[in-house]
């Protein structure tokens, strides 16, 4: 059962992930939609400095005419109509939409546009202000774009004349005109930075459960851990917004949409895959056949065929979707049957994800592809934390069944190496995951920056995060250094080096932890101490270490670092006004799992900093020792040799 502190620790950042997501989500500005009357759509009974105006696109049509304002002004246009979903104004590829606008005056606002695979154009009061793709009457001449902008305007006068040329012929059915809104520059900032910071975000959870199951994967050498990680990585690498932040600026949208049709259709394989990788009696090979060759022909089709061509093609790809979706249901019923939560979990999260794709198939034959999310990312999600679940709840019981098996081995001394084994592939399977989350928990707080005093608590708890992560990962080195002291494998490097500078810089960068507990430092170095050899790294752990121990066990207090020379050796010591060691813990504080109560009645650390620190020393050829007296300070200090040879 040692491997379900890994699923706690997977439902945190799941938990994480999701209220990150909703507090970004909470910081947008709501939406109100603008009426229209007599063809004038009146914003000012809208807050624009608190509020979006969403205007929607029951504007003036103009279909397959792109007029020019001087158009409008000298009355050389035909009679408008308004754009009627689901009838034959969406085959149009192209048009012009015309509105008034009445706005508040001498204030600058901005127009949010999310153009979605088509091109426009856009006029405001006579002056061309956005030029998004190609606008063209012939699709020999149209460039389409993916574009979230925000256009900056201030309108001089009661009313706004708003012009839009737009085409469209990247796309079966056309589309109309979507995802326009009005508001302060400061609020479409806002909602472009969230939107921002929501993809980064949601990228950084795929990516980090890809790295870790990879890592795993190395570990336990099993398909399906590799399928899920592929899986995980592929559907990281689809996401819109991730994907035109990598790709090249000078690659134009045709090629962009097939590598994003790919991806889609390579991250269905690896699904496929791993369902049979899985439960490889329930499903017939047939089926993965049929599942694997319609996955193929769509790749090989988008590759070779046009985006129009390709699109047209998912009503009849969803049909054939369905029927696998039957056969799928059909052929995994005994697993329901089983009686396993983890074979419900996986089974639940492979049904919803086929029902929602085949229903995208269907529904987006309607709609352009790219910039839509639809419902297979969210099918995909859920997916993604079922099988996550799935693969951990196996490793548990495989974890059960190896202990089980450990109690039948004669050996203590094979069962004591079987251990450290085991703790240092969990240490070393989560390594990688904290930190990669540590960075990006870390960028989306730079994203977010701190201009905006709304945002400062999430900023507070976004510290929080990092810092809570940190540590994770200070206990998992801590767990990685017993396997090596255990196990005879702790190396040294040694060089020559200063341990003034050392401690200096120790002193510098740790003075907000310090700060934290409002305590005082005080730094005694002592002038001109000669280099000597010794691990850098090491002994900075050791001396962080110390100084952590000081911090944590003192309120409002004084902390004492100093350096100085003792005959052949140098010395450092870390003196605290804190609450002390208990007389009848001062000689254990170097056994392992030993945790003490801090200044604020809570346990600190994992019991493994001082066994690690006298471990450290001791290799050094030096000596550590801790002086205390409950209720008025403790002394740690340790001595190093200034000439000393080492073996290895």
């Not at 409002?518 to 280099?531: G, K």
């Not at 050899?533 to 409002?556: G, K, S």
């Not at 207090?557 to 605290?576: K, P, V, Y």
């Amino acid at each position: 059962m040692k491997r379900l502190p890994i699923i706690g620790q997977l439902l945190v950042f799941i938990a994480l992930f999701i209220l990150l997501w909703v507090v970004l989500s909470i910081q947008k500005p709501k939406a109100f939609i603008a009426p229209i009357q007599g063809g004038v759509i009146d914003c000012t009974d809208i807050d624009l400095e608190r509020h979006v105006a969403k205007l929607e696109p029951d504007w003036d049509y103009y279909p397959d005419r792109l007029y020019a304002p001087t158009d409008f002004s000298t009355g050389l246009t035909q009679r408008p109509r308004t754009f009627q979903n689901g009838s034959d104004d969406a085959a149009h590829r192209y048009g012009t939409y015309r509105a008034v606008l009445r706005l508040p005056q001498d204030r600058p606002l901005a127009f949010y546009i999310y153009c979605t695979g088509h091109a426009l154009r856009m006029y405001v009061d006579g002056e061309e202000v956005a030029h998004i793709g190609t606008v063209a009457d012939r699709a020999e001449d149209f460039s389409p774009a993916l574009v979230r902008r925000a256009i900056s305007i201030c309108p001089k006068s009661a009313t706004t004349e708003i012009v839009l040329q737009y085409a469209n012929f990247v796309h079966v059915r056309g589309g109309r005109l979507e995802g326009l809104a009005i508001s302060s520059v400061h609020n479409i900032d806002k909602m472009l930075m969230s939107e921002r910071a929501s993809n980064l975000l949601l990228c950084g959870g795929l990516l980090t459960l890809a790295f870790y199951y990879f890592i795993v994967c190395l570990t336990l050498h099993k398909r399906e851990i590799l399928y899920f990680a592929a899986c995980c990585l592929l559907l990281a690498a689809r996401n819109e917004a991730f994907f035109y932040q990598l790709a090249p600026p000078a690659i134009n949208w045709y090629t962009a949409t097939r590598m994003l049709y790919i991806l889609t259709a390579l991250c269905l394989m690896t699904i496929v895959l791993l369902v049979h990788a899985l439960y490889p009696d329930a499903v017939p090979p047939r089926l993965r056949t049929l599942a694997l060759g319609l996955v193929a022909a769509f790749i090989l089709c988008t590759i070779v065929m046009p985006t129009i061509f390709t699109t047209s093609l998912f009503p009849f790809i969803g049909a054939l979707s369905l029927v696998a979706l039957v056969q799928y249901v059909w052929s995994m019923r005994i697993l329901w049957r089983s009686g396993d939560p983890a074979d419900w979990l996986g089974v639940t999260g492979f049904l919803l994800l086929m029902i929602f794709s085949t229903f995208d198939l269907f529904w987006r034959s309607t709609l352009p592809l790219v910039g839509n999310a639809g419902l297979m990312p969210v099918g995909m999600l859920i997916f993604v934390v079922c099988d996550m679940l799935l693969l951990d709840m196996r490793a548990v019981q495989t974890a059960g069944e190896l202990a089980i098996a450990q109690k039948k081995v004669d050996s203590l001394d094979k069962l004591g190496q079987m251990k450290s084994e085991f703790l240092a592939n969990v240490s070393h399977e989560l390594k990688t995951p904290l930190t990669v989350v540590s960075n990006y928990a870390q960028y989306t707080l730079d994203l977010l920056g701190d201009e905006d005093k709304q945002f400062h608590e999430m900023q507070h708890n976004q510290v929080n995060i990092v810092l809570e992560v940190d540590r994770m990962r200070r206990i998992v080195l801590q767990l990685l250094d017993t396997v090596a002291v255990e196990s005879g494998r702790l190396k040294l490097e040694v060089r020559r080096t200063s341990l003034a500078t050392i401690v200096q810089t120790i002193a510098d960068n740790h003075f907000p932890m310090i700060n934290s507990n409002n305590c005082t430092l005080h730094l005694h170095i002592e002038p001109n101490l000669p280099d000597i050899p010794i691990d850098r790294e090491r002994i900075t752990q050791v001396i962080i270490n110390l100084l952590a121990n000081a911090v944590a066990y003192t309120d409002q207090g004084e902390i004492t670092i100093q350096a100085f020379r003792q005959g052949n050796h140098l010395t450092t010591s870390i003196t605290d006004t804190g609450v002390g060691i208990p007389q009848e813990l001062l000689d254990h504080v170097f056994q392992r799992y030993l945790k003490r109560t801090g200044w604020n009645g809570r346990g600190t650390g994992s019991g493994l900093g001082l066994y690690i620190c006298k471990q450290i020393i001791d290799a050094h050829k030096g000596r550590i020792t801790i002086q205390s007296e409950e209720g008025r300070g403790t002394t740690a200090s340790f001595t190093l040799p200034m000439e000393q040879e080492y073996e290895g």
